[in-house]
Each structure stands twice: as structure tokens, then as C-alpha cells.
């Protein structure tokens, strides 16, 4: 299950994007599969499972399943990490799914598109001091200007004092080297940030400031924020909007403040009920997770643990559909909530 963090976070909002508002990138059929062994009939992990989304500028959208759903795998796919299967990426416009690896680290959409990662002291070279490391992307990607003054500005913008650039990781505290972690992802300017559980390593008092500071820097700069997240608490303070993954699809997905007042998927349901203190009574959930290598394309990827499935969730794979009575953003993919 989701692991909810401690207490209230007090995180300002920042202003919703424009329903209308075009995408700024967008994934259609996007699929993610594992060859496991050789041979042509070799089996097949599929990670992630004809995945339509879509992320507006501006949008904070968070990103949430338990361990193994293929969330992680989603946001690499979208940071062209890793070459999708099937399916195609837009992004500002430009098919980026469809560009060779070598033709997108060397595009402008390279620079747009920035991660913070989850353990900033796995992520940084401990052989760079803070300078250097924040340096890097500019350096690589042959951004123009001054790269000094670069540094110092994103350095300042997240409040990270200048006595601290000149040090390495082991000698900068963890939320020292978180915020390393975020300005290496400003410097190059980006217009999506891809946040893959970026304060599940920091004390929870240093999670509180963190958040503040993402927050402030998404309504400063206008960013678009997919969180990656275990964390219901902080995906319900810091995003618009809620996207449920489980074995790879989408099961629900709309505006955080509906889904988390009324979740229609029974397994978002679960998930829900066990934040302690959410008055929720807890829904656990029987039976196993079902393979997700080589799964049945005709049957529910939650059939065998969901409470309200029955016989013919396993003949027909549901697709995401507006819920009655709730917004139209809100969309759940279920057979019985559909009737």
C-alpha cells in the first residue's frame, strides 16, 4: 500500500491551468514491454499498457500506485529514458517518441523536459561539488549565456546560500542536496518537470520545506509537474490532478479535490482508506497481484482482488470512462462502476 506521510503539510496552490488549454505533452497507446529471455515466443513484461495522458502547462499532476504499477517506468518513458514500445509523445508540438535517442539528447526538448529523482545523494556524483553538478546539464546541452551566472541564479532561486556550492554531497545535509538536486533540473529552463518521489528520503520536517519550495517555484515559473508519488497526503496538497496506475493501465483518473471526496475505482478506494486519520474505514484487498508478464488482453488487470468484481470482469478489459454525476475530467476504468 501507499506509505501517507505524517501530519499536514501546508503547501500554497497554484493557480489551475485553463480547462481548454492545449497540452503541453501528450501520450497516446503508450506502451512499455520487457522482453524476458530470447527467441521469438519469449515473454513479455508489460510495464506499461496503452496509457493515454496528457499534462497541460502549467498542470501539477500526480502521479500514484503501489510499487511495481509502472508509474516509474511511465515518467522515464515520457522523459525519453527509455524507447516506447508502441504509442506515441508529443511534447510542445513535436513527436518526441518517434525521435531516435541520439536526435532527442540533442534537441530542445532535451532541455525542456528535466527530472528530480527520488535520493539526491544516489543521484548526484559525489565526485562534483554542488557548482559542478548544477553546471552539468548546461555544459552538456551547449545551453547559451554565462554558466556561473547560471548556477548562482538557480542556486538563489532555491535557496541554496553560495558558501555551499563549492561543496560535495557527503558534506551537504539531505535537504542541501535536494536542492541541489532541483536547481540541476531549472538550469537548463525547463517546461516539465518529471518529480520521481523527490522528498521520499528526506525527514518529514525537511519534506514540508521542500514542498514549499516546489510549490512556489511552479507558480513562479510556471512549470508543469508530473509527481511520482507513494505519498497521498502530498499528492493531495501539491497536485491538480490524480492519475491512478495499477499493472501497468490507468484506472481512474480527474481533479484531485473529486477523486480523493469520491474515488469510483474500488482499488483508489482502497488506497484512500489507508491514510491513517482519513476517517476512511480501511478496504483491504483480497488475493494476489495478478503477473504482469504475458497478462490476459481480454480480462481486468484488478480481477482476483477487487471486492466488487465478478465473472465477467474477466472477459472484457475496461476502459476509462467519465464518471456518472462527477466532472468530466473524472474518469474511471471499471465494468461494475459503469454497470
Known sequence: ML??????????????????????????????????????????????????????RGESVGLVGESG??????????????????????????????????????????????LVFQDATDSL???????DAIAEPAIRLG????????????????????????????????GQRARVGIARALAPEPSLLILDE????????????????????????????????HDLNVVRLLCDRVVVMYLGRIVEEGPAAEVFAAPGHPY??????????????PEPLPGEVRSPIDPDPNACRFHGRCPIGDASCAKAMPVLRPVSGGHAAHRVACLKVHG
Open 3 to 56: 506509505e501517507p506521510v505524517a501530519g499536514e503539510l501546508s503547501v500554497p496552490p497554484a493557480a489551475p491551468p485553463a480547462a481548454e488549454a492545449a497540452p503541453l505533452i501528450e501520450a497516446k497507446g503508450l506502451s512499455k514491454r520487457f522482453v524476458l529471455g530470447r527467441g521469438r515466443n519469449a515473454p513479455r513484461l508489460h510495464a506499461v499498457d496503452a496509457v493515454d495522458l496528457a499534462l497541460r
Open 69 to 114: 504499477c509502472g508509474k516509474s517506468t511511465l515518467s522515464r518513458l515520457l522523459a525519453r529514458l527509455l524507447d516506447p514500445t508502441e504509442g506515441s509523445i508529443v511534447f510542445e508540438g513535436i513527436d518526441v517518441g518517434a525521435m531516435p535517442a541520439r536526435t532527442f539528447a540533442t534537441s530542445g526538448a532535451r532541455a525542456r523536459i528535466q
Open 125 to 131: 556524483d559525489p565526485r562534483q561539488t554542488a557548482r
Open 143 to 174: 545551453l547559451p549565456g554565462d554558466v556561473e551566472a547560471r548556477v548562482r541564479r538557480v542556486a538563489d532561486e532555491v535557496g541554496l546560500p553560495p558558501e555551499l556550492l563549492g561543496r560535495f554531497p557527503h558534506q551537504l545535509s539531505g
Open 198 to 229: 523527490p522528498t521520499a528520503a528526506l525527514d518529514v520536517s525537511v519534506q514540508a520545506v521542500v514542498l514549499q519550495l516546489l510549490a512556489r517555484l511552479r507558480r513562479e515559473r510556471g512549470l508543469t509537474y508530473l509527481f511520482v508519488s
Open 268 to 281: 483508489t478506494r482502497a488506497l484512500l482508506s489507508a491514510i491513517p486519520g482519513s476517517g476512511r474505514t
